[in-house]
């Protein structure tokens, strides 16, 4: 190599790294850095964000399971039954069986219960019943109905003592909630 080849040699060096080195290479080495940077904060962030909704969907499948307990427990305190005949029938014989599980002497729900109006599917159903009883016996019919799976409440008690037997007679109605079934109801429930 010769003197003039040498000093070509510096001066491209020279070019080099005064002019391609800061005004080049470097601010694109820079970016490129930078990008590397920003990309590596965004998989941070973005694992944090999957962390974040990883331990929400455990919350989230909690609380559907929570909710989904809820209901088969509300829907299994319902009357069961497909038509109003049916719940007719349902109110009257559960009524009757706490009554005699109870040891009410005399008891009667002849009268048809009343239903609510206007609520869809739902329904509010109000059975009267007739008793003579003494004390102790009414007293464990109405614990019997806060005992029953089906949610059942005292809404009405009328009570006066029989002169003539010393025994409580009197009226109670009852409540009770029931879900008219239709075909959906029973493909979700069995799901």
């Known amino acids: 190599m010769t003197k003039k080849e040498k000093r070509l040699l510096y001066i491209m060096l020279g070019i080099f790294i005064f002019y391609a080195v800061p005004v080049e290479i470097y601010p694109r080495a820079m970016t490129f850095y930078q990008n590397e940077v920003d990309e590596i904060q965004q998989l941070k962030m973005q694992i944090e964000k999957s962390q974040r909704l990883y331990q929400k969907t455990e919350f989230w499948q909690e609380q559907n399971a929570r909710m989904k307990q809820e209901k088969q427990a509300v829907y299994a305190s319902l009357l069961k039954g497909e038509n109003r005949d049916l719940l007719v029938v349902e109110i009257q014989k559960l009524i009757r069986e706490l009554a005699k599980k109870a040891g009410v002497a005399s008891y009667s729900t002849q009268e048809l219960p009343t239903f609510s109006e206007n609520t869809g599917d739902w329904l509010f159903i109000t059975q009267k019943m007739t008793f003579e009883s003494q004390s ?12 029953v799976p089906q949610k059942l409440e005292v809404v009405k008690l009328y009570v ?3 002169p003539r037997t010393k ?25």
């Open 167 to 191: 025994m409580l007679r009197g009226t109670v109605e009852v409540t009770g909630f029931a879900h008219l079934l239709d075909l959906a109801d029973t493909e979700e429930s069995e799901s």
């Open 136 to 147: 102790q016996p009414l007293v464990n019919f109405f614990k019997a109905i806060e005992d």
């Open 160 to 162: 006066y003592t029989s």
